[in-house]
């Protein structure tokens, strides 16, 4: 029963700011790397942000300097600090991990999404 629970979307105004949490439960061996991807009514999804088990980071474009991702191996939970949020950043954020389920089987695994909007 592995699995991906998404927390912290909502509504904000521009300019606001929201953390959001994905917390990895189950029989995991260990977590790779993860990252979130969201997706907008009409567009594709796009990532947004991952982060590797060593902790290096990469972003897009679009939210350099706004956005952080962060992990708490501890507790398989990484985390998307969003600020200075814009109305372009509204859209369903999904969780995405890709994990070791033993030491030879590697897997990935989506969440169900939250809703960030963002107001202007």
């Known amino acids: 029963q592995v699995q991906l629970v998404e927390s912290g979307g909502g509504l904000v105004q521009a300019g606001g700011s929201l953390r959001l949490s994905c917390a990895a439960s189950?029989?995991?061996?260990?977590?790779?790397?993860m990252g979130w991807y969201r997706q907008s009514p009409g567009n594709q999804r796009e990532l947004v942000a991952s982060?590797?088990?060593?902790?290096?980071?990469n972003y897009a474009d679009s939210v350099k300097g706004r956005f952080t991702i962060s992990r708490n191996n501890a507790k398989n939970t990484v985390y998307l600090q969003m600020n200075s949020l814009k109305p372009e950043d509204t859209a369903v954020y999904y969780c995405?991990?890709?994990?070791?389920?033993?030491?030879?089987?590697?897997?990935?695994?989506w969440g169900q999404g939250t809703l960030v909007t963002v107001s202007s």
């Open positions: 189950g029989t995991i061996f260990s977590l790779n790397a």
């Open positions: 995405h991990a890709d994990y070791l389920a033993t030491i030879l089987r590697n897997l990935e695994l």
């Open positions: 982060i590797t088990s060593g902790g290096g980071t």
